[in-house]
């Protein structure tokens, strides 16, 4: 059982490159979400998912695509990066249960820098 | 759209000290969970604390929540170096519907706990 898998752990981007940060998830989670972490702002919520074939948009969803074509997986892309959208990204997942009580559980990270 | 403000942002202690940290919170909510972050790594779940409970304990943590003052209060009894970390508060950004099982973050407070 290993959790939430994230890919790459770092990653240097040019600006206006495009590239996808990989998210997989053994534990048969439906929810599926993707922050991104900067100094002093905390975890920001990008997009995410409740189930196969259903994405909507976070708070910072801008310049950045998902898909859930799988349970089990969660790619974010980035579709022309940018010096902005340099951070440390997290992929978590959590079951979705009644009354409210989700422990996330979040991957290792993906760092990024675009140049 | 965050909940949660962590207070102090950073906390320095000697090790066998206790070691407080507390939350603040915005909109009524029917749960609070605490998350612990090693430096360069992902986030870990501590503990969750519903609505209708006044404290919890799990080892040498105890959390309170208070829903008249909107606030929460992490408290690590006999710190031990290892327990060097950033601690972040996470509610649901809505009481029901679809925003109960998305969790907001905090920006943390950073515990450092001196050998």
């Known amino acids: 059982n290993a959790g939430v898998t994230q890919t790459p752990k770092f990653q240097v981007l040019k600006t206006g490159q495009s590239m996808t940060l990989q998210c997989a998830q053994d534990m048969n989670h439906e929810y599926m979400s993707w922050y991104r972490q900067d100094p002093g702002m905390g975890l920001r919520l990008i997009h995410y998912?409740?189930?196969?074939?259903?994405?909507d948009q976070g708070e910072v969803p801008n310049g950045y695509n998902v898909s859930r074509s799988t349970t089990e997986d969660f790619p974010l892309r980035l579709l022309s990066a940018a010096p902005s959208q340099t951070s440390v990204y997290f992929c978590?997942?959590?079951?979705?249960?009644?009354?409210?009580?989700?422990?996330?559980?979040f991957g290792e990270g993906s760092w990024l820098t675009v140049v | 759209s965050q909940q949660g403000e962590e207070d102090p942002q950073a906390l320095s202690i000697q090790e066998g000290e206790n070691a407080t940290m507390n939350c603040s919170y915005k909109t009524s909510i029917n749960n609070l969970q605490w998350y612990r972050q090693n430096s360069g790594r992902g986030l870990v779940h501590l503990i969750l604390?519903?609505?209708?409970?006044r404290e919890k304990h799990s080892g040498r943590l105890r959390v309170t929540l208070d829903t008249s003052k909107k606030s929460s209060s992490l408290l690590i009894t006999a710190s031990r170096a290892a327990d060097t970390a950033s601690y972040f508060c996470?509610?649901?950004?809505?009481?029901?519907?679809?925003?109960?099982?998305?969790?907001?973050f905090g920006k943390g407070t950073k515990l450092s706990v001196i050998p």
């Open positions: 978590a997942s959590s079951p979705l249960l009644t009354g409210s009580s989700n422990t996330i559980y």
């Open positions: 604390i519903r609505s209708n409970e």
């Open positions: 998912s409740v189930g196969a074939g259903i994405t």
């Open positions: 996470a509610t649901p950004l809505a009481y029901s519907g679809a925003g109960s099982y998305q969790l907001t």
